[in-house]
């Protein structure tokens, strides 16, 4: 017989790369997940999971418990809810993922406001540059900063807020290496990458009377963290192309200043994917959702209109 803490412990297990993720996300040492999952597999005698070095694959029994495990798991969840909501009172847990920069800035903030507001809801905001890469089954809300290639079946979108991107630079390298007047000029300027998601991040594109320019740019600075890009353009390294949110304080202090206002570049809404989970549907994740929706209109990072 499985109860429900089993289930919990087995899904952490099956929803990580390693038993040793498993262990982080269960916040015990890793001989002990190994030695609770061999007494798992023993009192089901079955085996539920392969392991070949570092890395785990589920077996067929191990996949079977995983599916109905998160079943039985979301009926519970859903039960639990539903005398919660008679009680007028919200309740559960909250997978949360969102970009590094993007969710301690904005993100974070509303989470600590919704626990306190809310303290039968326990949430866990997991935060990474490549949420593409964090499977479905792994959260129940994920807050996106840029287009969407391809969606997961089943996942609903929600845009929570406009958001630019823009190419800009600090006055001192202005100052030593001019302005570029369009885009072809920028081949001749040092150009700072941000390695994220999975996007050509050294092919720029411009736009300009429904014509298109795309420019190639060879960065001799690039990395995968957005505060270290910002910062190398504000300390007159190059220029770079970033998030509205994150460069418009810098616009207006006059620490960073806009180039080619003339040409457009693509956006990158701020936007809500919902898991297809049940737990996603709940009212913790839609009233989290509409907290946060609020908190970003308008968008703080655009300055408000008398």
């Known amino acids: 017989m499985l109860g429900p ?12 790369p390693s038993l040793a993720a498993a262990s982080r996300a269960l916040d015990v040492s890793p001989p002990a997940v190994t030695q609770r999952l061999r007494a798992l597999e023993e009192r089901l005698g079955v085996h539920l999971v392969d392991r070949t070095g570092r890395h785990l694959s589920l077996t067929d029994e191990g996949e079977l418990v995983a599916e109905r495990g998160r079943a039985i798991l979301g009926s519970l969840g859903d039960l639990d809810e539903a005398l919660a909501a008679r009680r007028g009172q919200v309740v559960g847990h909250l997978r949360i993922v969102a970009p590094l920069g993007f969710g301690r800035a904005y993100v974070a903030p509303v989470a600590g406001s919704f626990q306190a507001a809310h303290p039968e809801v326990a949430i866990d905001l997991r935060l990474s540059d490549r949420i593409g890469g964090v499977p479905e089954a792994a959260f129940d809300l994920a807050i996106h900063v840029g287009p969407i290639a391809h969606a997961a079946p089943g996942l609903i979108a929600r845009r929570l807020a406009p958001n630019d991107r823009l190419l800009c630079a600090s006055p001192s390298y202005l100052a030593a290496h001019g302005h570029p007047a369009c885009p072809g000029d920028l081949r001749a300027h040092a150009c700072i990458a941000l390695r994220e998601n999975d996007e050509d991040v050294t092919l720029w594109r411009f736009r300009q009377d429904g014509t298109e320019d795309r420019v190639r740019i060879e960065p001799r600075l690039s990395s995968n963290d957005g ?12 220029l770079i192309l970033r998030s509205e949110w994150d460069v418009a304080g ?5 620490r960073l200043v806009r180039l080619l206002p003339g040409y457009a570049l693509p956006d990158a809404p701020v936007t809500a994917l919902l898991g297809a989970r049940r737990q996603a549907r709940a009212a913790r994740t839609r009233r989290f959702l509409d907290a946060l929706a609020s908190a970003l209109d308008p968008p703080p990072w655009r300055p408000s209109t008398p």
Do not use: K, P, S, T
Request: glycine share 14%; aromatic share 10%.
């Open 227 to 238: 505060e270290v890009v910002r910062g190398w353009a504000l300390a007159g390294r190059g």
């Open 250 to 254: 810098d616009l207006r202090a006059g």
């Open 5 to 16: 803490d089993d289930l919990r412990f087995f899904l952490a297990i099956a929803e990580a």
